[in-house]
């Protein structure tokens, strides 16, 4: 066994949390957990117990999480609303050699959490960024829904206005990976229906309230799923919604072919019905067709 490598079996090397006195300067960037208390590393115990300050989207909850750990690191909020003005004075504090820990409420923070902006200025201000990896919701629930993981995108959070929805949907409809979305059991039915129209029939899954009591995972292909969630009304809890890639039939028709197919189609159909046909053919989603056959037309 190679000596630099902590025996794990030693106690010491499953004690926490374990402070460290080398603990670089620098930004760590330190992921907590989604609901389970205890899916919290080892590692994240050690930085949060070994920072000269601890910077919280929300310092109610994180000593929460402090306090089951015996943790006793000074905090101070970091939110959106007072990010762009405490900023600068938290750089200053960095470029002074401080080592600094950033936790959001839940999850790897900057991920649809506050951070990104302190990350960058530390970056441009040479101070570096160490991530303390953990949990993430997306993770989480990529995991559990059972569709393609060699490729997915992070889409975030889904529009609140209905109005936007399609259109923001539409953005990744040809995207060539699994789709992952952040949902509220409010807007759960109304969104999973948009999807259906703009994604057609693909395979989805809802991820609900994952590592905590209440915690399942529903799999179904999104017209089914919408149906389901617009008859049970909205459901309790945090929620992931993830959606599978395009078929390969989908993924064959590029733009061009789309194209030709639609001009073939009009000669002898209306705008309607021809994007009708090619949506038959292609798979692809009758609106987005529509929109496109008119845009041709026009040119034409
Ligand atoms: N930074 C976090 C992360 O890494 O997952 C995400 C923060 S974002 C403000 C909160 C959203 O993440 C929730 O509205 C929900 O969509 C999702 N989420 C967080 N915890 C979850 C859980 N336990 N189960 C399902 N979704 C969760």
Redesign the pocket.
Known sequence: MRSDIPDPRRQDAISWPKPDPSLAPGLYIVSTP??NLRDITFRALDVLAGADLILAEDTRITRRLLETYGVTTTMRAYHDHNAAEIRPEIIAQLEGGARIAQV?D????L???PGFKLARDAIDAGIGVIPIPGA???LA?LAAAGLPTDAFLFAGFTPPKSGKRAAFFETFARVPATLIF???GPRLADSLAAMADVFGPRPAAV??????RFEETVRGDLPDLAARYAESGAPKG???VLVGPPSEAEAEWDDARIDTALKEAMEADSVKDAAAAVAKASGLPRRDLYQRALALKSRA
């Open positions: 989604i609901g959001s839940a999850g790897t923070p991920v649809s959490d993430s919701a997306a629930g952040y949902e509220s991820a609900r309230e994952l590592t905590k945090e929620i992931v």
